[in-house]
């Protein structure tokens, strides 16, 4: 089934660890997307790719770093976790640019990451 | 209004009646929309779009309304059943230049039986 998986499902993390969320399309999707989902907020973007080889910051990309080797992979990567990333990460993508249509995001199922 | 602190904002509705649930937009620029469906422990699901040309747009047993003057956004579903227990939350989006989609905090309907 096409579609983005996302690994892992879920972690507990020490404080100060270092941490690679995976995630990985079939759609052939230019662009790809890291959100963060916190009750109470909305999805907040970390950072996003338009296309393989290129990266942007989003509105919180602070202790987050992303890399786009490919067209397929988007990691997401914590270098020293803490406690405030505690939260539900969403993987997503979109052929290109969002307009309409085919155009929309498309979701992976998220990863639950717990920082203690 | 959408920010209630750490509670969703939560809409009872009992199995076969029509659910409307409300989306304040913020930016005045933003020209296109999008409905999700987020059911627990899942990613969220593309429902239904529309862009700012349209006040009206409609699916298979979904609406989606859409009033520029006050900045709304409403979806409408009918004949609601239990598989539509979610949370629902709506996206605005500035389709020219850098394209930021903000996401609403979202609205948990719960489907009385």
């Known amino acids: 089934i096409a579609g983005i998986t996302q690994a892992p499902t879920s972690q507990i993390l020490a404080a100060g660890r270092r941490m690679t969320l995976r995630c990985t399309q079939d759609?052939?999707?230019?662009?790809m997307y890291w959100y963060r989902q916190d009750l109470g907020l909305g999805l907040r973007l970390i950072h996003y790719s338009n296309t393989a080889g290129t990266t942007g910051k989003g509105e919180v990309p602070d202790g987050y770093s992303v890399s786009r080797a490919n067209t397929d992979d988007f990691p997401l990567t914590l270098a020293s976790a803490v406690p405030s990333q505690t939260s539900v990460y969403f993987c997503?993508?979109?052929?290109?640019?969002?307009?309409?249509?085919?155009?929309?995001?498309?979701f992976g199922a998220g990863s639950r990451l717990t920082v203690l | 209004g959408e920010n209630v602190g750490l509670h969703l904002p939560t809409l009872s509705v009992q199995e076969g009646d029509n659910s409307i649930i409300n989306c304040a937009y913020s930016?005045?620029?933003?020209?296109?929309f999008i409905w999700y469906k987020q059911e627990s422990g899942k990613g969220p699901q593309f429902i239904i779009d529309?862009?700012?040309?349209?006040d009206k747009r409609q699916g298979q047993r979904v609406t989606v309304l859409l009033n520029k003057t006050v900045k709304h956004l409403s979806l409408q579903i009918a004949a609601t059943q239990p598989g539509d227990s979610a949370v629902y939350f709506c996206a605005e989006i500035n389709s020219g230049g850098y394209q930021k989609v903000t996401f609403g905090i979202g609205t948990k309907l719960q489907v009385i039986p």
């Open positions: 529309i862009r700012s040309n349209m």
């Open positions: 759609m052939r999707h230019n662009a």
């Open positions: 997503a993508s979109s052929a290109s640019r969002i307009t309409s249509g085919a155009n929309v995001l498309t």
């Open positions: 930016n005045s620029a933003s020209d296109y």
